[in-house]
């Protein structure tokens, strides 16, 4: 068994300062808890509520950006606090890119893995006809997404890139409103707002985006 707790406790890095960067990290978190238990023993199929079927971890931190847009540190006053740089959602976006990009070909139908492999080998002959990618639609593979609770500019970011309507982000959006941001722990208020809802059905597959330190994406299927 293992008991995976994700937590967030704005108590120990509260900010007393007067610098703006660090100031921002004080309004956006929100303290918040969640644990799951997991097993991999076959007697348990039959009592859990879930099927982890893929788990995926990018971890981009070895360039510069990635590293420096969230940062803790002292102020010029020797106030401990957390700074965030303007590239946060730059460095998101094109971490969350990279994780799908491994996650796509695990859970897509072949008629969209096809149709996104036609559109790259015509970017690379024909680069002034095709402007963009075929992004594939990932509704077909996923009934239900929960992005992590970032912020406004996260979720508006994903729901674009993944071509997504506004329910299947009411979960995230409905969790930032009412919890704030509450770090790895927001996707799974997310997944109890999907089952309160009563959205959850037998056989749904659930794709949760977290980002932070580090971005996962793990992908659930209801058993």
Known sequence: YALVVSTENITYNIYAGDNRSMMVSNCLF?????????SNKPRDRRRSKYELV?????????????????????DENGKTGVSLSKDITDV????V???IATLGPLILPLSEKLLFFVTF???KLFKDKIKHYYVPDFKLAI????IHAGGKAVIDVLEKNLGLAPID????RSTLHRFGNTSSSSIWYELAYIEAKGRMKKGNKVWQIALGSLSVTVQFGWL
């Open 169 to 172: 982000v009411e979960a995230s």
């Open 143 to 146: 009934d239900h997404f929960c």
């Open 92 to 95: 998101a976006g094109r971490t």
């Open 54 to 74: 893929h788990t995926v971890r990018t971890h981009t931190g070895a360039d510069d950006k990635s590293f420096r847009c969230v940062q803790q540190g002292d």
């Open 97 to 99: 890119k990279k994780n």
């Open 121 to 123: 080998m015509g970017k």
């Open 30 to 38: 929100r303290v918040g808890g969640a644990a799951i238990l997991l």
